[in-house]
């Protein structure tokens, strides 16, 4: 399973990025994916999830910036990020696994997800 993530870039503070993944080689489909973010003093968490019955789920922090979707026929996963704020500066990545559901909480269980991305750097600038 190849988990390939859309490269990073550097933006202004209330700017917007859309980030992509593409999981190929899947002998079964992924059904839940989602976006996690880690800084160099933090763990890895999640920011928003969908899961295999087309559930969003999104933490506190990003709710109302962001929006994941998901192209199913081509299994790529989108995250939408708008008002972009300095804090949100992270490595993004993407992770997939087999289960339809995500766990409950997901944004604090990277274990759980057996497939990532090698991540793509984002940068906000005030």
């Known amino acids: 399973v190849r988990v390939v993530e859309s490269c990073g870039v550097s933006v202004q503070a209330g700017g917007s990025l859309k980030l992509s993944c593409r999981v190929s080689?899947?002998?079964?489909?992924?059904?839940?994916m989602a976006w996690f973010r880690q800084t160099p003093r933090n763990e890895r968490q999640g920011v928003a999830g969908?899961?295999?019955?087309?559930?969003?789920f999104y933490v506190d922090s990003v709710k109302d910036r962001f929006t994941i979707s998901k192209d199913k026929a081509e299994n790529i996963l989108y995250l939408e990020m708008d008002r972009l704020e300095p804090e949100d500066t992270a490595v993004y990545y993407c992770?997939?696994?087999?289960?339809?559901?995500?766990?409950?909480?997901?944004?604090?269980?990277?274990?759980?997800?057996?497939?990532w991305g090698q991540g793509t750097q984002v940068t906000v600038s005030s």
């Open positions: 992770a997939a696994e087999y289960d339809w559901s995500l766990p409950s909480d997901w944004e604090s269980k990277s274990s759980r997800f057996s497939f």
């Open positions: 080689g899947n002998p079964r489909r992924t059904h839940s």
């Open positions: 969908y899961d295999g019955f087309d559930r969003t």
